[in-house]
C-alpha cells in the first residue's frame, strides 16, 4: 500500500496589490475619501464622502467608471447577485438603488430609515429585493418592480421588523432571511411573513450568523420567492420556537450563529439549535502570517509562529462563507479561517486588527481597515501556493515563501533534503532565480509527486484516491460561471529541446480557469480596440502612450509566431517540424517574459498570446500529417501532437478544483479525433499507460477509445475505476464495468453512494458546476450499448451479473423490451437492433405508419401468444409497433399531398421510404408510375 500524500496546512497570501489601483481616480485631491465597499464576481464598488460611487472590475483590477449622487456621504454598499444593479445607503438614512449599466441611473429611492444609521444591505436571490437594516433595530425591504422607469411605478417600502436591538449582519437564501441583532439571531420566512428568534439565551455585542448551504433546491425555491415578488408587503409575525411553519425541511442550508467565547450554534434551518462548537480550544495555535510577495518574515511574527499560543476567547462579529466551505470571520484580533465540518479553525492571522469591513469572493477576502487601506488575500493550501509560484519561474519568491512557513512545512514533510534545506540560519540572499530553483528541486519534486499520484492501490484490489485538496486558486469554478479548464502551457525544462506536458493537476491554477479565445490571425490583431474599451470603462481616461505602444508591439512580436505556423504542411520533414517546434517554444517563453511586468495590461497580453497559441495549436494539428505517429521516433514531436490536442479540446469539459472533469453533461466528439485515436493506440503499444491517462483526464470522451484496448488486452483496471465513472458516460461505462471482478465492484458500490451524495470521485468536494443530474448512472442506456455492441445475450449476462452485485438497481422496462425484440429479430437471422428507449425519448421526431394488414396479423398473434384481447390502437402510438422506424422529412404524401396516415391510401400496399427521408404512399407511386423519389 502506498502512503497517503501529506495533508498540507492552508495559509493566507497577499498576492495582489489592489490599494494603489483603487486609490488612483481620488489621488489628486484630498476631500474625497473612500468610506465603504463591496465585491461581486466582476465588479469592486466603493462609496465616498463624496456621495459619488467608483466602479472597479474586480479581475484584473482596473477603474471603470464614477456613478455621481448626491444624496450625501455614502455609508454601505450592495451589488446585486446579478451584477445589473447596486444599493447604497447614506449617513442620512437613505438607500438608492443604481442601475449599472453604461449611462447609470437612478432606479429607487427610500427614505424608511431616514436619520437613522443603516448598518445592513442585503439583497435576495433574484435580486429584486434589498432587506435593509438599521441601529434601532428596524428592518425593512424594498422590492424593485419589474415595470418600473426611472423610479415610477416602485412598490412602496416596507418595515418588515422591529427588533430589540442593532442590526448586525443579514443573509438570504431563499425563501428565509437571517437578521442577527445584538441580542439575539431570527430567522424570517419572507412567504409566509413570519419569523421567530433562534435559541433562548440572549447575548450583548455584536455576532455574526449566516447560512451554510449544504444543496442549493434553487428551482424549488426561487418558485416559492417568485410568489411574493410583486405583493405588497407587511409585517412580520413572531411566531414560538415551537411553531414548525418556517420551511425548514425544504431548505437545504444550515445557519451558524456566533455565541460569546469562541463558540457557534449550529442551526437547522427551521431554527433549532442542534449544537454549539467551541472554539476556545481550537484557537490554541500560533497564527500564520500572510504571505507576500518580495516579503521577509519579520523576527516578530517568527516569534509568535514559534511559541505556545494561549485558548483564545472571542466574538466572531461578522460570518461569511469563503471557497463554499470554510467560515470566515474577523475581529480586532485579526482574521479565522473556521471548517464547520470538522469543527476545527484552519488557520487565524493577527497582521490586520483595525479591519473596518471585509467581503469575500470565492477564495478570495477583500479587506478595508480602519485607515482606509484595502488588502486582497487568497486562501490556498501551502503546497498549491509554492507549485504556482515556481510554475509562474518566481523561484526566488517560492524559496522565501518556504521560509515564511518553515514551521508548518516541516511539520508536514519529513524528508532529509527538506529539512537540510533549512538548516541553513536565515533566508540566503539569492541573486538569481537558478540557485533558488536549485534548492527548490527537492520539495518541488515531493509536491508535483503528490500531485500526480492520486490513487493506490490496496491488497484488496480496491483504489484509494487521496485528495490533495489543492486550496482554492480555481477561482472561477465557485463562480456561477461554467469556465474551460484549458490551461497556458506554462512548461518548465532543464533542457530547452524537451516540452514538459503537464497534467490537470499540475497545470497553473490561476490560468486553468481563464477565458479562452479561439481566433484567427485576423482576429487577434482587432482584438485590441475592444480590450481598450473594456480597460479604458466609460468615463477612464485614454491610456498612456507607453501603454499603447506595449500593444502594439506585443502584436507585432506575435507575428513570427503565426508565420512559423503557417508554415507547416503534410510534406514537411521530421527535422523541420522539430525546429518549428522548439523555436516557437522559445519565441513565446521570451514573449511572456518580456511583458511579464507590464503594468495594467495582463488580462490583454494573457488573451492575445492565448489565442496566438491556440492558431498555432489548430494549425498544427490540421497540417502535421498523421502518419507520422505512425513511425515517428522523435518524442518531443509526439509530445506536440499530445499537448495541441488537449488545448484544443479540454476546454470543453468543466472541472473541479480538485482538477477533474466534472461528468459529461452531453457527449461532445473531440476534434481531431483521429489523431487521438493514434496517440492512444501509439502510448498503448509501448506500455505509456500513464501518458494515456493524462489525454484521457484532459479530454474524458477519449476513455471510449483507450478502454476498449485495455479490456481488449485483459489489462488490470483498478486504476481507472474512479476516472471512468466520474465521466458518467454509459459508452465507457459499457466497456468497464462488465470487466470488473468482484472486488472491483465492491469499489464500484462506494463510489456509487459518493455519487449519489453530488460530490466529486477525487475530493469529495460538491459538483456545485453542475447541480442538476437527474440521472445518476443510467444503467439502461449501458445496458443498450452493451447489446448495440455485442448483441442480446451479453446485455443479458451483464443485467444478470449486475443484480447479483447491486440488487437494488431499477431499469426502464424499455431495455427488456429492446433486448426481447433485437433476439427475436437475431434468431430469426436478422442483426437488426430494437431501441424501445429511443422511441420513448424521440417518439415526437419519428412517424407511425401501418399497414392495416400488418397491424391485424400482429394483433392476432399478440393475442394467441399472450392469450388476451389485444386493442389495435396501441400500434398507432409509437414508431417500432411493428419493428420499423423512420425519421421522414415530411408528413405528407408528395404525390397526393395528403397525411401519410391516411388509412384508405395506406391499404396494405403501405408506405415507400427513400434514404433521402421522403415517404410515399405505395399506391400513390404505382398510380403516378414513379420508382424513385422525385423531389431530388
Not at 497570501?13 to 465603504?36: A, D, G, H, M, V
Not at 484496448?709 to 465513472?725: F, K, S
Not at 448495440?788 to 431499469?811: H, Y
Amino acid at each position: 500500500m502506498y502512503p497517503a500524500a501529506p495533508d498540507f496546512p492552508y495559509v493566507l497570501s497577499e498576492c495582489e496589490e489592489i490599494n494603489s489601483i483603487l486609490y488612483k481616480p481620488i489621488n489628486s485631491t484630498q476631500r474625497i475619501k473612500y468610506t465603504c465597499f463591496d465585491t461581486s464576481s466582476s465588479y469592486i464598488i466603493l462609496g465616498s464622502t463624496s456621495g459619488s460611487v467608483y466602479v472597479f472590475s474586480r479581475e484584473p483590477c482596473s477603474f471603470l467608471q464614477i456613478i455621481p449622487l448626491s444624496e450625501g456621504v455614502v455609508s454601505r454598499v450592495a451589488i446585486s447577485p446579478d451584477e445589473k444593479t447596486v444599493a447604497l445607503a447614506t449617513t442620512r438614512g437613505t438607500v438608492c438603488v443604481m442601475s449599472l449599466k453604461s449611462t447609470p441611473q437612478l432606479i429607487a429611492i427610500s427614505m424608511e430609515h431616514m436619520y437613522e444609521q443603516i448598518t445592513c444591505l442585503c439583497w435576495n436571490n433574484n435580486s429584486t429585493d434589498i432587506y435593509v437594516g438599521d441601529t434601532i433595530g428596524r428592518v425593512s425591504v424594498m422590492v424593485l418592480s419589474r415595470f418600473g422607469v426611472n423610479g415610477m411605478f416602485q412598490t412602496p417600502t416596507c418595515t418588515l421588523m422591529n427588533l430589540d436591538s442593532s442590526i448586525v449582519q443579514l443573509n438570504f437564501f431563499s425563501p428565509l432571511l437571517l437578521v442577527s441583532t445584538l441580542a439575539r439571531c431570527y430567522i424570517c420566512d419572507t412567504v409566509q411573513e413570519q419569523y421567530k428568534q433562534i435559541g433562548n439565551k440572549p447575548r450583548n455585542g455584536e455576532f455574526g450568523a449566516c447560512f451554510y448551504k449544504i444543496h442549493e433546491n434553487t428551482a424549488l425555491n426561487l418558485q416559492k420567492e417568485e410568489r411574493n415578488i410583486n405583493d405588497t408587503r407587511s409585517a412580520f409575525n413572531l411566531i414560538s420556537n415551537n411553531d414548525s411553519n418556517i420551511l425548514g425541511e425544504e431548505n437545504h442550508a444550515k445557519i451558524f450563529c456566533a455565541r460569546p467565547g469562541s463558540r457557534l450554534w449550529e442551526v437547522s434551518a427551521d431554527g433549532i439549535v442542534v449544537k454549539t462548537h467551541q472554539f476556545k480550544e481550537a484557537l490554541a495555535i500560533p497564527p500564520i502570517p500572510i504571505f507576500r510577495l518580495a516579503g521577509t518574515l519579520e523576527s516578530s511574527q517568527k516569534e509568535e509562529t514559534e511559541r505556545e499560543w494561549p485558548p483564545q476567547s472571542i466574538n466572531f462579529s461578522h460570518l461569511l462563507v469563503i471557497a463554499r466551505r470554510y467560515l470566515f470571520s474577523y475581529t480586532n484580533s485579526g482574521v479565522y479561517i473556521i471548517d464547520p465540518i470538522s469543527a476545527s479553525v484552519s488557520l487565524w492571522s493577527n497582521e490586520y486588527t483595525n479591519i473596518a469591513m471585509t467581503a469575500v469572493v470565492d477564495d478570495r477576502i477583500y479587506l478595508m481597515t480602519c485607515d482606509s487601506e484595502f488588502h486582497c488575500l487568497a486562501l490556498s493550501s501551502f503546497d498549491s501556493l509554492i507549485l504556482r509560484l515556481y510554475r509562474h519561474e518566481r523561484y526566488s519568491e517560492c524559496l522565501n515563501a518556504c521560509f515564511v512557513y518553515k514551521s508548518l512545512l516541516l511539520k508536514t514533510v519529513d524528508s532529509k533534503e527538506i529539512i537540510e534545506l533549512f538548516e541553513m540560519e536565515d533566508l540566503p540572499q539569492i541573486s538569481r532565480d537558478e540557485e533558488a530553483l536549485l534548492l527548490l528541486r527537492p520539495l518541488i519534486t515531493l509536491l508535483q509527486t503528490d500531485s500526480n499520484n492520486k490513487s493506490a492501490k490496496l491488497d484488496s484490489g480496491i483504489v484509494v484516491v487521496h485528495s490533495e485538496n489543492e486550496g482554492f486558486t480555481n477561482r472561477r469554478t465557485y463562480g456561477c460561471e461554467t469556465t474551460s479548464a484549458l490551461q497556458s502551457p506554462e512548461t518548465s525544462s532543464e533542457d530547452s529541446s524537451e516540452i514538459q506536458i503537464m497534467s490537470g493537476k499540475d497545470r497553473d491554477e490561476n490560468l486553468a480557469q481563464e477565458d479562452i479565445f479561439e481566433t484567427t490571425s485576423a482576429d487577434v490583431l482587432d482584438l485590441d480596440e475592444e480590450l481598450l474599451e473594456n480597460i479604458k470603462g466609460d468615463n477612464c481616461e485614454n491610456l498612456h502612450d507607453p501603454q499603447q505602444s506595449i500593444m502594439h508591439k506585443i502584436q507585432s512580436d506575435l507575428q513570427p509566431i503565426y508565420d512559423l505556423a503557417n508554415s507547416v504542411r503534410p510534406s514537411i520533414s521530421e527535422k523541420e517540424i522539430e525546429e518549428i517546434i522548439l523555436e516557437t517554444d522559445k519565441l513565446m517563453r521570451t514573449i511572456k517574459e518580456s511583458y511579464r511586468n507590464s503594468s495594467g495590461l495582463q488580462s490583454f497580453i494573457y488573451e492575445i498570446t492565448r489565442a496566438a497559441e491556440l492558431h498555432y495549436y489548430n494549425t498544427f494539428l490540421e497540417n502535421a500529417s498523421v502518419q507520422l505517429l505512425h513511425f515517428i521516433s522523435n518524442d518531443l514531436i509526439v509530445r506536440q501532437f499530445v499537448r495541441a490536442f488537449i488545448q484544443i479540446n479540454s476546454s470543453a469539459y468543466a472541472r473541479c478544483s480538485c482538477g477533474y472533469p466534472y461528468p459529461m453533461d452531453k457527449t461532445v466528439e473531440p476534434k481531431f479525433l483521429t489523431i487521438g485515436k493514434s496517440l492512444i493506440k501509439r502510448y498503448v503499444d509501448v506500455d505509456l499507460l500513464k501518458e494515456c491517462n493524462n489525454i484521457c483526464d484532459q479530454v474524458p470522451y477519449m476513455w471510449r477509445e483507450y478502454l476498449a484496448v485495455r479490456i481488449e488486452r485483459h489489462n488490470t483496471l483498478d486504476d481507472v475505476l474512479r476516472q471512468c465513472l466520474q465521466t458518467r458516460d454509459k459508452v465507457v461505462l459499457s466497456f468497464l464495468l462488465p470487466a470488473l471482478n468482484e472486488q472491483q465492484w465492491n469499489c464500484i458500490s462506494t463510489c456509487l453512494g459518493e455519487i449519489e451524495e453530488g460530490t466529486c470521485l477525487f475530493c469529495a468536494m460538491p459538483l456545485i458546476e453542475k447541480p442538476d443530474y437527474n440521472i445518476l448512472i443510467d444503467w439502461s442506456g449501458i445496458a443498450g450499448e452493451i447489446m448495440k455492441r455485442e448483441g442480446p445475450d451479453e446485455a443479458t449476462a451483464f443485467l444478470i451479473k449486475l443484480e447479483s452485485m447491486m440488487p437494488n438497481v431499477t431499469f426502464d422496462r424499455s431495455i427488456f423490451q429492446s433486448i426481447v425484440f433485437t433476439k427475436i429479430l437475431h434468431h430469426r437471422g436478422l442483426k437488426k437492433l430494437i431501441d424501445f428507449n429511443k422511441t420513448n425519448q424521440l417518439s415526437s421526431e419519428f412517424g407511425t405508419m401501418c399497414s392495416p394488414q400488418v397491424r391485424d396479423h400482429l394483433a392476432k398473434s399478440l393475442e394467441k401468444d399472450l392469450r388476451r384481447p389485444i386493442n389495435k390502437n396501441v400500434f398507432g402510438t409509437g414508431a417500432h409497433h411493428w419493428g420499423m422506424s423512420h425519421q421522414a422529412k415530411s408528413s405528407t404524401c408528395p404525390c397526393c399531398t395528403l397525411s401519410l396516415q391516411t388509412p384508405i391510401l395506406l391499404g396494405n400496399s403501405g408506405i415507400a421510404i427513400f434514404r433521402c427521408g421522403h415517404a410515399y404512399h405505395v399506391n400513390c407511386m404505382i398510380e403516378r408510375k414513379l420508382t424513385r423519389c422525385n423531389l431530388h
